[in-house]
């Protein structure tokens, strides 16, 4: 029978696993089908409860991994499109970057690190390529295990947005070692070093992009923040800075100011001032939130074409070129999410009890695995050659949980591990979703 997986010449639209040719008479590429199968995941359908910023369900205003995921999917495609990139492809990688993220955002991504210590620790990035390449339920095989949605060579590169295993030196890391034969796979043919194809560099910038403007839309809509401190006070102005580079630039603190500055003076920030909700407000806010992404697309389309040409651009013939000032305008934007939304008063205890619930969550597992398991992930425990490749299984268990999942399976697993680690007496303990935030 005649396979999908195509010959040398094709590497791009090339499966782990072959598949026999499906034709639904339109003839969709390889890469639509890609996008379809993240669409129509699980993983993805369970990102609408998963904390983007905000606990997901507080506000139905709020953006959750799902909304945000849709929306870094839609700038990446325009973006691609307009560099000559495949637009299924980045649509692809925008819709399945945070397929991997655990409940509770970057706070529970940073818990299951620290537990995940004996098995090589937790990343949000390296755990989307194993949701894709193994975890979630589409493609089996000839070995009978699982190759996940079993994307193409193209779309899986694409969405490696840090493309190498864990070093000590650094945090961000896009591969667990035991999934380093498919990163193997998905890599061959590019440059063989670090490099990022194009697509991934588009998926990136668009989620910075998307987390940057979108996080202080939905600030500004919360009332955690307002921009009055930073336009009055030079001493705020340069506290924010210091965070900006502390963070997520590698600006001084004094460059930083400078284009803070400048950012706060532009006159598309100047109806957020005094935010009230109002319908006109709301439509100025979002205004506002459009025009900069509009900016931060075009000006990195424009700079990429004036070094490498018209294009098409697309996988290693080029790389997107952010100038300097932009990456330091949407750092800032970042930074001001961080400061005032992230670091808000009260935000502390809460990160600390959700790490609680993950420690709780990950030990009691381990305790009464496989029988605590899902049906989908107590066979993977079972055929585990080791402690650390069991405690794997229960970390992927975990890491799949939503918000409101990790809570349920917390009370029931571990009912009264919250007041015993301090929770306050006669309140809400870790099963309510309130003590939570």
């Known amino acids: ?18 598949e026999p040719p499906k034709d639904t008479g339109y003839g969709r590429s390889a890469h639509e089908r ?108 000839p070995d009978g295990t699982s190759a996940g949605l079993n994307l193409t060579r193209a779309s899986l590169d694409a969405v490696s947005k840090y493309p190498w295993p864990r070093r000590p030196d650094q945090r961000k890391f896009g591969v667990y070692a035991d999934d380093l034969p498919v990163f193997a796979w998905l890599r061959a043919g590019g440059p063989g070093d670090d490099r990022r194809c194009l697509e ?66 532009d006159p598309v920030l100047a109806p957020l001032a005094g935010y009230d909700g109002s319908h006109r407000a709301l439509a100025a806010l979002k205004a506002t939130t459009s025009v900069l992404t509009g900016r931060f697309v075009s000006t990195v389309v424009a700079a990429t074409e004036e070094r490498y040409g018209p294009g098409p651009h697309r996988r290693y013939a080029s790389d997107l070129v952010v100038p300097r000032r932009i990456r330091a305008r949407c750092a800032l934007l970042k930074g001001i999410a961080l400061r005032y939304v992230m670091r808000r008063p009260g935000a502390e205890g809460r990160y600390r009890r959700q790490q609680e619930v993950l420690a709780d969550l990950v030990h009691a597992l381990a305790g009464r695995a496989p029988d605590a398991l899902d049906p989908v992930f107590a066979p993977l425990w079972r055929a585990a050659p ?5 405690l794997r299984v229960v970390i992927d268990q975990v890491a799949s949980l939503t918000d409101p999942a990790a809570v349920a399976w ?21 099963g309510d979703p309130t003590y939570l935030g």
């Open 34 to 141: 890609d996008r379809a199968r993240v669409l129509h995941s699980a993983a993805f359908r369970r990102l609408a409860a998963k904390t983007q910023v905000h606990t997901a369900g507080t506000d139905d205003f709020l953006r959750t991994r799902l909304t945000h995921s849709l929306e870094v999917a839609q700038i990446a495609r325009e973006m691609g499109a307009r560099l000559g990139c495949d637009p299924d492809v980045v649509d692809t990688a925008g819709l399945a970057h945070d397929l991997g993220h655990p409940p509770f955002g970057h706070n529970g991504e940073d818990a299951l690190d620290v537990l995940a210590a004996g098995c090589g620790g937790f990343e949000g990035n390296a755990q989307t390529l194993r949701v894709l390449t193994r975890l979630e339920a589409k493609v089996v095989a």
């Open 1 to 18: 029978m005649r396979t999908e997986r195509p010959g040398p010449d094709d590497p791009d639209t090339a499966r782990w696993v072959g």
């Open 200 to 265: 991934a560099q588009v998926m990136d910038w668009a989620d910075d992009v998307a987390y940057s403007v979108h996080d202080v839309e939905d600030g500004i809509h919360g009332g955690y923040v307002t921009l009055r401190p930073l336009l009055d006070d030079p001493d705020e102005r340069a506290a924010l800075c210091a965070d900006v580079a502390a963070t997520y630039s590698g600006e001084s603190p004094a460059d930083l100011d400078e284009v803070l500055r400048e950012l706060l003076d």
């Open 410 to 430: 917390h009370a029931r697993l571990a009912p009264g591990s919250g007041r015993a680690r301090g929770a306050p007496g006669g309140g809400a303990g870790m």
């Open 386 to 390: 080791d402690d650390a490749a069991r």
